[in-house]
């Protein structure tokens, strides 16, 4: 506790306005056949195309289609090999992030965690449940409900050598700790004229769930990207959860990890043997011809459903999820436009000043030239999220509207 509490009312600092961290090679994503969740009901989605109900509810559920990852309509999708038989292990996207936390605690003793719930409780989504046994209160340590306290505490603590994840408990209720991470953690580096690094993680869950209502359905990405000196980024699968959090906590500057709340349980096998994803660098999830298509987080599902319909319809669209919101992977994504010549993009996050309205300035600032038509944005609309699960859909980007604008950007 006394050595967390030495930075007490230090402001935290941007480890490095360089991002050097390395790239790593990302094998490709085995097929991962998604079943969204009715409300009241959770399922398990394992790579062998089965679902595992985890609970329900008897209240009377909303349909919802089936979501097709990896979905390309003129392949197998099947696959006749037992999961037994395959490398590695199964994991649920929530159990990945815990692994890849656990792994780098045991690596590195100045890991530690801070936040509501994260001790015995295991945190709201599970994802620290078992570190407080095992690494004790000191470093998985439980804090009162004061996210701009214990957020200050834990950049302060950073400033003095250790390397604090925070798990907010809603991504939203981190709005109350901007002070701290706009002009503490973001700026102090520079501030301090390198003094100080500020290798701190900050995680936790948001997006629009089933019926959380407006204030518990935000997504913060748009607020925080403008805030210089802080990395950004988004996992979607197991895999890259896991390697992603593993990145994070070794970077030496302080990054936000987003997750999503609806991508809890699903589950994918990773391998056995250590791995990290870079922070900077995009994955293909399919390559194609005729189209770019970018995406992140939960959307990169709805993407890949809609790409199943395209496939049939006689279209070949090339996928990526961006997933490294801040900075964008530039390279990745031009190559594909100068193959392609024809963007959508595909977000959860708001219309206005959203991660979707940054990447359009930026690939008409760099690849005008190559563009045989405007970019096209797809983005939740610009109200509050309802509490109704039918006007709650309405709100957020749907498959249908993405086979229709990939149409009409085809023609």
Known sequence: MATLLQGIGAAAALSSTSLDSKRFE???????????????RVFAIRSDSRDITLGSSNNKARSSPKLVANAVATKNEGSTASTTSKPGHELLLFEALREGLEEEMDRDPTVCVVGEDVGHYGGSYKVTKGLATKFGDLRVLDTPIAENSFTGMAIGAAMTGLRPVIEGMNMGFLLLAFNQISNNCGMLHYTSGGQFKIPVVIRGPGGVGRQLGAEHSQRLESYFQSIPGIQMVACSTPYNAKGLMKAAIRSENPVILFEHVLLYNLKERIPDEEYICSL?????????EHITILTYSRMRYHVMQAAKTLVNKGYDPEVIDIRSLKPFDLHTIGNSIKKTHRVLIVEECMRTGGIGASLTAAINENFHDYLDAPVICLS?????????????????VQPAQIVAAVEKLCQ
């Open 380 to 396: 939740s609309q610009d109200v509050p999220t309802p509490y109704a699960g039918t006007l709650e859909e309405f709100t957020i």
């Open 26 to 40: 990302v094998s490709s994503l085995k097929s991962l056949p998604i079943q969204t969740a009715r409300k009241g």
């Open 280 to 288: 900077e660098e995009a994955e293909m999830v399919r390559p194609g």
